[in-house]
């Protein structure tokens, strides 16, 4: 596939962009480097690049475009708002529609508050755990991603793993050191941080579903372990949910019955995060838990935070229209059955060719990892094989197939794949694994 006019845009936007790209997830620096792919137009489960490439996306933004690109019912909610004026800063009927919604699918959350991005949502459920704990320190997981805030940029996953960059720079050792990271699935090594940091702990914060280095599930009795042994410690239990908000089933994760957990009543947050798919492809993020904790919130009590453009009304409508068009009967399960039939047959075709590959799916998302073993930590799905990827990343997207450039990112199906879709995506991973096979 030529894309001559990709690489002109690019070397138009090193000069002006620092490097070329508004998140660093997309540039193509992982994956052997080189101009990534300007997009031009998404409809449905296809993309368009601007030299007229059709392009099959896995990519679905990093998540949110669960119902496909341009799904009509958002497209009109989103247009309807700008009619109106999309920003007032006053508060609006919509944020009451819209909060009551999320609350129904998650009843975990007393109250919410809408900011504009996962990384705020997150940013501030620690903000309030620590004002309402008054205790200063952060376990979090090892690979994790929550947002490019100061405390969560250690051991991250995603964007900064890929890059090489777990523990950014320009993050001051005070606040590395109010964070301690332990292994993912590991209830010992978190149970030891307990005990060595007691009652310094404010909070610990797990992505319940790994969504960033690969798709991961939560050992059984994992979560239910992680919510009894921060409890006992005083310390509060924060879910980032930003990807599995409405990812595998309508509402969040902690009420997703495909997690083996004794009940799910045991494994409920103090506080969650949510972004992604609940702003219909808009900026969105959300926050929200327990009454009496999220009271610490400014204008009830003394935790600031604040926005804008949060809660307004092109965002609100947005998010409106997806959860309804996903409540449609039958569409997780259509996601299902769509995302394991591409899973049988990306396993049967590197099967076919000798490629060791673990795939990890849960319901509408998976991973693929170059390896031979399990992926159920961070540690497991670094030692994968990196070059294998950036090879297969390559051959899939010169037959028009758009995975994310990086080794721990999912792949998303959306509501808008088809089962011609599906097959395609398997036929073309065939001739790519037979061309991996032969190096
Ligand atoms: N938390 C998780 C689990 C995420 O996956 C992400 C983004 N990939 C974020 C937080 C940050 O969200 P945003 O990019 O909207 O700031």
């Not at 109250?111 to 705020?120: A, D, M, P, Q």
């Not at 699935?185 to 978190?190: H, I, P, R, T, V």
């Not at 319940?208 to 059984?220: A, E, L, Y």
Request: hydrophobic share 45%; aromatic share 8%.
């Amino acid at each position: 596939m030529a894309k001559p006019r990709s690489e002109a845009l690019y070397a138009e936007a090193l000069q002006h962009i620092v490097g070329g790209v508004n998140s660093p997830s997309r540039s193509f620096k992982a994956v052997g480097g080189g101009s990534p792919v300007f997009m031009k137009r998404g409809q449905g489960a296809h993309f368009w690049d601007e030299d007229g490439n059709r392009y099959i996306d896995y990519l679905a933004a990093y998540g949110p475009i669960i119902l496909g690109h341009a799904h009509p019912h958002v497209t009109e909610a989103i247009c309807r708002a700008a009619e109106n004026g999309t920003l007032y800063g006053t508060p609006t009927e919509l944020e009451i529609q819209f909060a009551k919604m999320i609350k129904e699918a998650t009843p975990s959350l007393d109250k919410v508050r809408f900011v504009n991005s996962g990384t705020e949502a997150v940013m501030t459920t620690i903000r309030v755990a620590r004002a309402y704990t008054n205790r200063n320190k952060i376990i979090k997981f090892a690979g994790c991603y929550h947002g490019h805030s100061d405390l969560v940029l250690v051991a991250a996953g995603s964007g900064p793993s890929t890059l090489g960059i777990p523990d950014s720079a320009g993050i001051p050792m005070s606040i590395a050191n109010e964070v301690i990271t332990v292994p993912y699935n590991d209830l010992e090594a978190l149970q030891a941080a307990l005990e060595r940091w007691g009652d310094d702990v404010a909070a610990v914060m797990v992505e319940p579903i790994v969504g960033n280095f690969g798709m991961v599930m939560p050992k059984p009795g994992f979560l239910e372990g992680l919510c009894a042994a921060a409890r006992s410690n005083g310390s509060l239990v924060i879910y980032d949910e930003v990807i599995t908000a409405f990812r595998f089933h309508y509402g969040a994760a902690q009420t997703f019955d495909g997690i083996q957990a004794p009940s799910l009543s045991a494994i409920q947050p103090d506080l969650t995060a949510i972004g992604k798919i609940i702003g219909g492809g808009l900026p969105i993020g959300g926050y929200g838990g327990r009454k009496h904790i999220m009271e610490q919130v400014a204008p009830l009590g003394p935790a600031y935070q604040a926005g804008t453009m949060a809660g307004n009304p092109a965002s609100i409508s947005a998010g409106i229209a997806c959860l309804q068009a996903l409540q449609e009967p039958g569409l997780y399960n259509r996601l299902d059955a769509l995302t394991a039939n591409l899973a049988e047959g990306l396993a049967a075709a590197a099967r076919e060719h000798g490629i060791a590959l673990t795939i990890n799916r849960i319901r509408g998302a998976l991973s693929t990892h170059f390896c031979d073993h399990p992926v159920t930590n961070y540690a497991e799905a670094q030692d994968t094989d990196g070059e294998q990827f950036a090879l297969f990343f390559r051959l899939m997207l010169e037959q028009g197939i758009c995975l994310a450039p990086s080794k721990y990112e999912a792949w998303f199906v959306t509501a808008a794949h088809t089962e011609e879709d599906i097959a395609t995506t398997v036929a073309a991973a065939k001739r790519a694994f037979a061309v991996i096979a032969q190096r």
